[in-house]
């Protein structure tokens, strides 16, 4: 058994997320029995020890057919009008199953916003942990109702899912998918060969999942997110019967991503929760320094400052055009313009124990 596989086959906080292909029917509708068999293996983990977070899309896909339109619309306000119908009826359905197994579902809504702010993911996770020692389930979506800018931010759920398996110590994060792995090629290309371990490799990623909007690339993506994050990850089919419990067991299913070394939630935060305000650029010196000996950004290596960003705002920082690290600022975006090139006396623009490098990762 591959070490990452082992890992899961002992995770004892488990985040699983089922997309909207995973929900729905492909002639529309909810897909009863795959519903049915999810819960009933999530309740088993819970029988088992086990801590479960179900993150769920599908409430505008089920919307669309209580609605009965025939296709999802694309206009955001009409989105929204679907996700508004379909979400009491999603979570009625999941509140249903898992009361009949004596188990009691919690509903929580989510958009981008929750993590810019670090008191908010704080919150956020204290609540969900109070809510697993309870021993609810946990079932998580986007709050697509008003999430007014677009309604695409985590693609499928599938970053809003790696953001709570970071976020709440996650041993073990499955996505499962109408796609039953990764592969290096799409899967109907008849040379395509399954990824069992995703090492980085190179793959050529198909389009948008049907139905929902995310797709493989956003799962990779994601995926990777979560790994980065210390959370062992595997991509598998919700669509194949026992494919979750295989995964859980410790099987070859799917592909696993295996965890990095683990940052701490604060560092998470700066390195993947949050929109970045502004970016401050520096010269090679202060690069340096920062990488190598993990020092504070100091006005004089700042050679540019782009946007406007508060203290306590995270920001990019880059040399010569590339992102190589994240920070927060301990200066507003004037002082910073200002000050920049300065002697070495004065505060750092971001210190080191705010600051996250990024070298190697995709910005």
């Not at 810019?116 to 609810?136: D, F, K, M, Y």
């Not at 109702?145 to 309604?151: E, G, I, K």
């Not at 110590?169 to 290309?189: E, I, M, W």
């Amino acid at each position: 058994m591959h070490p990452a596989r082992h890992t899961i086959s002992s995770a004892r906080r488990v985040v699983v997320k089922v997309g909207t292909a995973v929900v729905a029917r492909a002639e529309g509708g909810v897909a009863l029995g795959r519903l049915g068999h999810l819960v009933e293996t999530l309740a088993t983990l819970r029988a088992d020890g086990r801590e479960v977070v179900l993150v769920s899309s599908g409430a505008v896909g089920l919307g669309v057919s209580r609605l009965g339109l025939s296709r999802r619309p694309k206009g955001v306000v009409d989105q929204q009008a679907c996700a508004a119908v379909g979400q009491g009826a999603l979570m009625a359905l999941y509140d249903t199953f898992f009361g009949r197994l004596g188990l009691a579902a919690a509903q929580v809504l989510l958009t981008e916003h929750d993590f810019h702010e670090r008191n908010r993911v704080v919150s956020l996770a204290a609540t969900l942990e109070r809510l697993l020692s309870l021993g609810t389930v946990p079932i998580i979506n986007e709050n697509d109702v008003v999430s007014a800018s677009q309604l695409s931010i985590f693609g499928d759920n599938d970053r809003l899912a790696a953001l709570v398996a970071s976020h709440l110590d996650g041993d073990a994060l499955v996505l499962l998918s109408d796609v039953d792995a990764l592969y290096t090629k799409p899967p109907t290309d008849p040379d395509a060969q399954r990824v069992a371990v995703y090492e980085g490799e190179a793959v050529t990623i198909g389009a948008l999942s049907a139905g929902g909007r995310g797709g493989m690339g956003a799962k990779v993506e994601a995926a990777s997110l979560a790994a980065r994050a210390g959370v062992t990850t595997v991509i598998a089919s919700g669509a194949k019967h026992g494919a979750l419990e295989r995964v859980l067991a410790g099987e070859d299913e799917g592909t696993v991503f295996p965890a990095a070394a683990g940052l701490s939630r604060r560092r998470r935060w700066i390195a993947f929760s949050t929109a970045p305000q502004g970016r401050i650029d520096v010269n090679a010196g202060a690069r340096a320094a920062m990488q190598q000996r993990q020092a504070s950004l100091l006005a004089p290596g700042v050679v540019g400052v782009d946007g406007a960003f508060a203290v306590g705002e995270v920001v990019q920082i880059a040399e010569d055009g590339v992102v190589f690290a994240r920070g927060v600022a301990k200066l507003p975006s004037d002082e910073v313009r200002a000050s920049m090139g300065a002697g070495p006396k004065g505060r750092p623009v971001v210190h080191r124990d705010d600051v996250v490098l990024l070298e190697g990762w995709s910005e």
